[in-house]
């Protein structure tokens, strides 16, 4: 299956830093990306949809200065927490697909970390 | 809007049982449902899926049947390992845009 992988894997700031998660579609091209965030036992709430080269849709009550989003390329999405804080911590998972008889199908990163002190 | 119901967790089975976990779903259209798996510390790796009404999704032992009369999606296995021990979450994408359920938590003992 295609495989999407993400950098870093976990990451521990301090208050007020900010930091950048990437998520690449290695074998494949995607044309949507899409971020989830993950509370611990909990299910994944979806933030926001990154299309290549247009700006990203965010779901309601999700912060766009706070959590900006970059689709540059047909491989690449990025996720900047700007300024983040404590309750900014929480596992970050990202997912791409693209168009065909995948069934609608997403494949998922394996996840970031983030601990914010 | 649409939405993906569960069975509230934890579940937990000893090695060899047998293994139901109940989903439902409400959804404008024909979704494709899915079944996903999150192993501790780890992302979400699909486990099944079906896209049409009466299709069964399978796979290492797991299986599920899109019933469209029902709008269920069960997951079931006729004998669990202790491997099996994971979150599993039920999904649907219709309209581009994934929902999920609360996921149920599973835990199998030796």
């Known amino acids: 299956g295609a495989v999407v992988s993400q950098h870093p894997s976990r990451v521990i700031c301090k208050s007020g830093t900010s930091v950048k998660i990437e998520c690449r579609s290695l074998d494949f091209q995607a044309t949507t990306m899409f971020w989830y965030r993950q509370f611990p036992k909990q299910s994944l709430m979806l933030m926001a949809t990154s299309n290549e080269g247009s700006k990203a849709t965010y779901e309601q009550g999700v912060e766009k200065d706070k959590f900006l989003i970059n689709h540059a390329s047909l491989t690449l999405s990025t996720l900047t927490v700007t300024s983040a804080h404590p309750e900014d911590s929480s596992f970050y998972i990202c997912?791409?697909?693209?168009?065909?008889?995948?069934?609608?199908?997403?494949?998922f990163g394996p996840g970031t970390r983030l601990t914010v002190l | 809007g649409d939405s993906v119901t569960q069975m509230e967790g934890p579940v937990t089975l000893s090695e060899e049982a047998f293994l139901t976990i109940n989903c439902t779903y409400t959804?404008?259209?024909?979704?494709?449902l899915f079944w996903y798996v999150q192993y501790p510390g780890e992302g979400l790796q699909l486990l099944l899926k079906a896209t049409k009404a009466d299709d069964k999704g399978s796979n290492k032992g797991f299986e599920a049947t899109y019933r469209k009369e029902t709008t269920s999606f069960h997951l079931e296995k006729g004998s669990v390992q202790v491997s099996d021990s994971a979150v599993y979450f039920c999904?649907?994408?219709?309209?581009?845009?994934?929902?999920f359920g609360a996921g149920t938590r599973l835990f199998v003992k030796a």
């Open positions: 997912s791409a697909s693209t168009p065909g008889d995948s069934g609608d199908e997403q494949f």
């Open positions: 959804a404008t259209g024909y979704p494709s």
């Open positions: 999904a649907l994408t219709g309209g581009f845009k994934t929902i």
